[in-house]
């Protein structure tokens, strides 16, 4: 973060160029494509994982009370939130103010280093290296122990060492397809779970509200699924013709990436009309 901060900082005190104007669908809707670039974070898919290790660093710290366990976790989610914010609106600030220097790049840590070179040359990359490698590193660490935490459990019979070691080296391998190969190949699987994980998060919000009624969780996490592989199949080898055209004239938000939106809440309704006849499972 403070590496960020050294050389935003000193793009906003000593700008590369002007501010660009918005292109393609961020000129139309910046606010749903930048909800659909935020899927490349993968910042949502590892908050799941990662409040593992809060919740189970909090436990080990001494704290049994539900309640203050709760208070905690939600501060330091909040306290998350607000950093990675001030992160990527200071990342959008420096892409807006370098393309009349840089040009276009395919993705953003291009942008980045000539950024860095720019301001500081070999320095201002070695920078910028030093910047990423913290960053990756850190997350790098900490999604490897809570995956293999979570399947040591799930798979006892092989231990949490061998779930790193193997999450390790494939983790290598996929790394040297480079950002751009690794982007392409994981937006298939991101528009399909990317839906799933938002619709989960928000359910949990309101879980108190509906006492955490199973079909509701069911019906509205499967239509959500149904249009996450439709997203996946379009983004991975393309629909059908026919069937996207069904689905941009009928399903509202569709040929805007937000089609899931329309059945989750469908979902959610069915699930409490459910409720009403008589489902009165609970989530454990």
């Known amino acids: 973060l403070l590496g960020i901060a050294i050389l935003g900082f000193k793009t906003i005190v000593d700008p590369m160029g002007g501010l660009t104007e ?14 659909l670039a935020g899927y490349q974070t993968m910042d949502a898919l ?15 710290a001494g704290v049994s009370n539900n309640q203050q366990l709760m208070r905690m976790t939600m501060g330091a989610g909040f306290l998350a939130a607000l950093c990675l914010a001030l992160v990527y609106a200071l990342i959008a600030y420096m892409g807006a103010h ?3 220097v840089t ?11 000539e950024i860095a070179n720019h301001y500081w040359g070999t320095l201002g990359n070695l920078l910028l290296m030093v910047i990423i490698f913290l960053a990756c590193l850190t997350t790098a660490v900490g999604l490897i122990a809570a995956c293999s935490e979570y399947f040591a459990r799930l798979i006892p019979k092989v231990s949490y060492n061998s779930f790193a070691i193997i999450f390790t080296l494939v983790s290598c391998g996929l790394a040297n397809k ?8 994981s937006i298939p699987v991101l528009m399909l779970l ?10 949990v919000f309101l879980n108190k509200f509906f006492k955490g009624r199973h079909a509701i969780y069911l019906c509205t996490m499967a239509l959500t699924f149904v249009i996450g ?26 040929d805007m990436g ?27």
Do not use: C
């Not at 918005?22 to 494509?33: L, R, S």
């Not at 590892?46 to 080990?60: D, E, K, P």
């Not at 480079?178 to 190949?185: A, D, E, Q």
């Open 22 to 35: 918005p292109q393609g669908n961020f000129a139309t809707h910046p606010f749903v494509e930048g909800f």
């Open 46 to 60: 590892a908050s799941l994982v990662f409040a593992i290790i809060v919740i189970g660093s909090l436990q080990s």
């Open 98 to 100: 370098s393309v009349e």
């Open 103 to 113: 040009g276009w790049f395919d993705n953003g840590a291009l942008v980045l280093s």
């Open 178 to 185: 480079g950002l751009s190969g690794i982007i392409s190949f």
């Open 194 to 203: 990317y839906p799933l994980t938002v619709v989960l998060i928000l359910l």
């Open 229 to 254: 592989v439709l997203d996946a199949w379009e983004a991975s080898l393309g629909l059908p013709q026919g069937l996207k055209a069904f689905l941009n004239s009928y399903l509202p938000w569709y």
């Open 258 to 284: 937000m089609g899931w939106i329309a059945p989750a809440f469908v979902g959610f309704v069915l699930g409490l009309v459910l409720v009403a006849l008589g489902a009165k499972k609970k989530i454990a």
